[in-house]
């Protein structure tokens, strides 16, 4: 079959590579019909996970058709349409059981090396690395989805393909962050990243009753497209006071609830990035946390802050102090999916959830690499390049 392949920096392929076969009682093989670039990708094409190996297939993002099911798959048959957490999860361990479905014990059949960087493993993804357990992607004619009655969701047939694709990740993500960083009514939240995943995360907010909800990015089109379609409040960060802004936005106080949606790859217009970017390229520092800086330094005192981008290994001048002093809450995670999609596809079927406008470039899975181009460089105002095998 034909798939889209990670062959070094800034480099990817469509390569022709084994089909996928059941390997477990509780695998599906899916076909799949629509997959999604995520900014998650670009940290691996970026070479910023050192785990990729040549020829390893890319995505973990996906909707499609089951066509195969292992012998102790319950909840689905072939022909069911599904789409897959990202993540990878047993639904049985005691983190499982506690609903932290990202941090599953069994998802990640590699644990080593997670185990060493981080102290515990967290699950496994698709197409994320041999870190996270060397499971091939998504972006793909058909995959391997193990414990498939935990990460599959059929989707309710009022649901469109283009929206059902988002509640894989984007949607999950954002909602968790939201969730978990406790908003609560009326509460002023600010969030970093216009991308899917802040996209979502403002969304979600919103639906949990925030009283206002401002998005943080440089990209107009990205910050235009947020206010037109979720109906949010927008602040360009390259010609606006971010700090004096959100201050007068919050009654003189500082958001509440800060979400930081962009990852170890962040820009900013002040010396900070040049540190930070020579400090990341030397290897001496594995992320850029800027954002994470600026939402730590920008949230009321007592305020919680929630880090939904992704992030490796170390970084440099963190704010323990305004953490510690201001009483703020800090929290993180990958996405624990599970525990959020079925809801969503719920609403998505309400139409309270608009995901589709996201997927701005549609294309075959041929033209893969021309998608993470514009993807990976913001061209042609590109949110998220869907590619159809
Ligand atoms: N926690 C999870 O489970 C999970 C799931 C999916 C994605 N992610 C992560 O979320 C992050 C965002 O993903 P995405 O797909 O939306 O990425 P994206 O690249 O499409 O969007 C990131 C946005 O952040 C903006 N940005 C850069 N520096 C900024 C700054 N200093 N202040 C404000 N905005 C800034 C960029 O201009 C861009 O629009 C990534 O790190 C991704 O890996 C996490
Ligand atoms: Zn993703
Ligand atoms: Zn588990």
Not at 172 to 201: E, F, L, N, S, Y
Not at 255 to 269: K, R, T, W, Y
Not at 362 to 384: H, I, N, T
Request: hydrophobic share 40%; proline share 5%.
């Amino acid at each position: 079959m034909k798939a889209v392949c990670w062959e070094g920096v800034n480099e990817v392929a469509v390569e022709q590579v084994p089909d996928p076969q059941l390997l477990n009682a509780q695998d599906a093989i899916v076909k799949v019909r629509r997959t999604v670039t995520c900014g998650s990708d670009l940290h691996l094409l970026g070479g910023y996970i050192p785990f990729m190996k040549r020829g390893d297939v890319l995505g973990h993002e996906f909707l499609g058709e089951i066509v195969e099911v292992g012998s102790e798959v319950r909840k689905h048959k072939v022909g069911d349409r599904v789409v897959v957490c990202s993540f990878i999860s047993c639904g049985r361990c005691w983190y499982c059981e506690q609903g932290l479905f990202s941090c599953c014990d069994n998802g990640n059949t590699n644990p080593a090396i997670t185990e060493t960087l981080w102290g515990f493993a967290p699950g496994g993804c698709y197409g994320y690395s041999h870190a996270l357990g060397g499971f091939a992607g998504s972006h793909a004619e058909y995959i391997r989805v193990p414990f498939a009655d935990q990460g599959a969701f059929t989707v309710p047939d009022g649901v469109s393909d283009e929206r059902a694709l988002f509640a894989s990740d984007s949607a999950p993500t954002g909602w968790m962050g939201a969730d978990m960083a406790g908003i609560r009514p009326d509460d002023v939240v600010a969030v970093w990243g216009c991308g899917a995943v802040g996209q979502m995360a403002a969304r979600a907010a919103m639906l949990l009753g925030a009283g206002r909800v401002i998005v943080i990015d440089r990209y107009d089109y990205r910050l235009q497209m947020a206010e037109r379609v979720l109906g949010v409040e927008t602040l360009n960060y390259e010609r606006t006071d971010v700090g004096a802004e959100l201050l007068e936005r919050s009654g003189g106080r500082g958001p509440d609830v800060c979400i930081e949606a962009v990852g170890m790859e962040a820009h900013s217009p002040g010396p900070q990035f040049i540190y930070d970017q020579i400090k990341q390229q030397l290897r001496i520092e594995s992320d850029r946390p800027i954002a994470v800086r600026d939402a730590i330094y920008n949230c009321r005192k007592g305020g919680s802050v929630f880090i939904l981008g992704v992030f490796g290994g170390l970084v440099d001048k963190f704010p323990l102090g305004a953490v510690m002093n201001k009483g703020l809450t800090l929290r993180s995670a990958q996405q624990h999916g599970q525990r959020y999609i079925p809801m969503l596809l719920e609403r998505m079927a309400r139409d309270e959830l608009i995901t589709e406008h996201l997927a701005t470039h549609v294309m075959p899975l041929s033209e893969a690499p021309r998608g993470y181009q514009m993807f990976q460089k913001k061209e042609d105002e590109c949110v998220r390049a869907v590619f159809t095998p």
